[in-house]
């Protein structure tokens, strides 16, 4: 009977420790975020120089990084509504400020010669079935020989400030963008 009280003190000693632990909330490293996925288009952005496309476009994205952007990883897919994925794409970097991020990286998969670099913009407008709707830019693609992608590429994304290369944004018809920033 001793040998079965101490088993059974044993077991509610882990179990409370166990749920002190969980409950007392994640001491794991401050990351920027965004994730999400949606459908926008056909359509032009908002900017003065639109951008526009004539079939709906999907996407998901998953992306992390430290709060300087600083070790960015996650997997971005794109594709046109009906047809087939357009994009894949490993991330590399990640800028956030507020509501809007920027994530870059490698295409997987680009043939030799073929645009092998990407980048996305989007901005968190609200919570998810708010009447205002998150946003999307287009999908910038270039040679990783190109000399005007940002310094410190592939690491460092471009400013998030510049309304997505001044082309500006579409705004979601349907799903939902989460960006944390963790400063």
């Known amino acids: 009977m001793r040998k ?21 909330g994640g001491d794991g490293p401050r990351q ?11 359509g032009c952005t908002d900017s003065a120089t639109p951008f526009c496309i004539p079939a709906a476009r999907s996407f998901s994205i ?7 952007g600083g070790g960015a990883y996650g997997t971005y897919f794109s594709g046109r509504n009906g047809g087939g994925t357009f994009l894949t794409g490993r991330i590399t970097c990640l800028a956030v400020d507020g509501d ?22 989007m901005q968190d407008r609200g ?34 400030d510049n309304d997505a290369f001044g082309l500006g944004y579409f705004t979601l018809t349907g799903g939902d963008v989460q960006i944390t920033d963790a400063k």
């Open 32 to 42: 920027d975020r965004l994730a999400g996925g949606g459908i926008f288009g056909p």
């Open 127 to 160: 919570t998810a079935g708010s009447a205002v709707g998150d946003r999307a830019s287009a999908n910038f693609i270039d040679l990783s020989t190109a000399p005007d992608l940002p310094a410190g590429f592939p690491r460092e994304c471009p400013p998030v």
């Open 100 to 121: 809007t991020a920027v994530a870059g990286g490698y295409i997987v998969g680009a043939a030799a010669g073929a645009p092998d670099v990407f980048f996305i913009y």
């Open 4 to 24: 079965f009280l101490l088993l059974v003190t044993g077991v509610l000693l882990l179990a409370g420790a166990s749920v002190a632990w969980s409950a007392a």
């Open 62 to 68: 998953d992306a992390a990084s430290n709060p300087e």
